[in-house]
C-alpha cells in the first residue's frame, strides 16, 4: 500500500506564497500518476495541478500563471509551490497517487489566504 504525507499548509495574506509537499512511502513503483486537489467548502473536489502518467504537467486553469509542481525522484515527494496567492485559492489540498487502479489520498492540509 502507499501513504501520503502533506505538509506546508497554513494562514497568508491575498499576495502571499506557500509550497505544499506530499512525499509519499510504502509500495511505490513510480512517481507519475500523482499531484493534488483541493476542496473548499461546500464544493466538490477540484482538480489542481498533477504529474500524468507518462510524466507530463497539468495544471488547472485557475492556477496556471500562479502555481508550479515539481518533484524529487529520489525522496518520492512532490512539491506544489503556490504564489500570488488569492482568498479563491483557500481550501483543503489533497495529495493523490494512482496506482494500480488505486487513488490514494493523503490527509489534506488547510490552506487560508486573508483578504
Known amino acids: 500500500q502507499v501513504q501520503l504525507e502533506e505538509s506546508g499548509g497554513g494562514l497568508v495574506q491575498a499576495g502571499g506564497s506557500l509550497r505544499l509537499s506530499c512525499a509519499a512511502s510504502?509500495?511505490?513503483?513510480?512517481?507519475?500518476?500523482m499531484g493534488w486537489y483541493h476542496q473548499a467548502p461546500g464544493k466538490q473536489r477540484e482538480f489542481v495541478a498533477a504529474f500524468t502518467s507518462d510524466g507530463r504537467i497539468n495544471y488547472a486553469d485557475s492556477v496556471k500563471d500562479r502555481f508550479t509542481i515539481s518533484r524529487d525522484n529520489a525522496k518520492k515527494t512532490v512539491f506544489l509551490q503556490m504564489n500570488s496567492l488569492k482568498p479563491e485559492d483557500t481550501a483543503v489540498y489533497y495529495c493523490?497517487?494512482?496506482?494500480?487502479?488505486?487513488?490514494?489520498w493523503g490527509q489534506g492540509t488547510q490552506v487560508t489566504v486573508s483578504s
Open positions: 493523490y497517487k494512482l496506482q494500480y487502479g488505486y487513488m490514494y
Open positions: 510504502g509500495n511505490i513503483f513510480s512517481i507519475n500518476d
